[in-house]
């Protein structure tokens, strides 16, 4: 358990629609990153925060947003869904050291229809 | 940018065979280096990281890796592997400056057999 927590596990829903997937990081990490792992590009960075401030953008859709909370809970928005918007989305959060060790939730596996 | 190449796509070893998995990345400054381990249907977990100092580093599980910096690799070796290491690996590697996003490799499934 690496103390990263992820909800909802398993997300079904179909194309068109607007899902919020939500990441919890580790007590006391202020860095939460959003990664996708999909079958045919891997493991793709999306996003990154740092203590509710955005920091870096990778391949995000403009479909997708996300935010940082006060209590540095994240939340990443999908809309307009599409089929190939299938993936497992991971969060990860890193202390605020620089060393950048990465800690990763469990992942929600989202299935659009 | 920078870029992560993991050579094998799937690996195949019997019980007890060394495993070598090979990495190179492609960034011309100061890197942090890991490798991440995904067992089948769970999340990424760290097996070893590489920020500065001895270029040999120990992970959990018998794990090791080497970086040698002339040749922009950092390949993961175990001299013996068990049933147990069948899982999905993955190199990574990213900016030594702070909090930076991770660019990861393809991923080595690698397969024990009896």
């Known amino acids: 358990d690496s103390g990263v927590t992820q909800t909802p596990k398993h997300l079904i829903t179909a194309t068109g629609q607007r899902v919020t997937l939500r990441c919890s990081p580790r007590?006391?990490?202020?860095?939460v990153y959003w990664y996708q792992q999909s079958l045919d590009q891997g493991l793709q960075f999306l996003i990154h925060?740092?203590?509710?401030?955005?920091?870096a953008k990778g391949n995000i859709l403009e479909r997708f947003s996300a935010q940082q909370f006060p209590d540095l809970h994240s939340e990443l928005n999908l809309s307009s869904l599409e089929l190939g918007d299938s993936a497992l989305y991971f969060c990860?959060?890193?202390?605020?050291?620089?060393?950048?060790?990465?800690?990763f939730g469990p992942g929600t596996r989202l299935t659009v229809l | 940018a920078q870029s992560v190449s993991q050579h094998n796509h799937h690996v195949i070893l019997s019980e007890a065979a060394s495993l070598e998995l090979g990495c190179n990345y492609s960034?011309?400054?100061?890197?942090?280096l890991f490798w991440y381990v995904q067992y089948p249907g769970q999340h990424l977990q760290l097996l070893l990281k590489?920020?500065?100092?001895?270029?040999l580093v120990k992970g959990i599980k018998g794990f090791e890796a080497e970086f040698i910096k002339s040749k922009f690799s950092f390949n993961l070796r175990k001299p013996s592997v068990q049933w147990s290491d069948t899982a999905e690996y993955f190199c990574?590697?990213?900016?030594?400056?702070?909090?930076?996003?991770?660019?990861f490799g393809k991923g080595t499934r690698l397969s024990v057999i009896a």
């Open positions: 990860a959060s890193s202390t605020r050291t620089g060393r950048n060790e990465q800690f």
């Open positions: 007590s006391g990490d202020l860095s």
């Open positions: 925060y740092y203590n509710g401030e955005e920091r």
């Open positions: 960034y011309g400054g100061t890197v942090n």
């Open positions: 590489y920020f500065s100092g001895d270029p």
């Open positions: 990574a590697v990213s900016r030594n400056s702070g909090n930076t996003p991770l660019v």
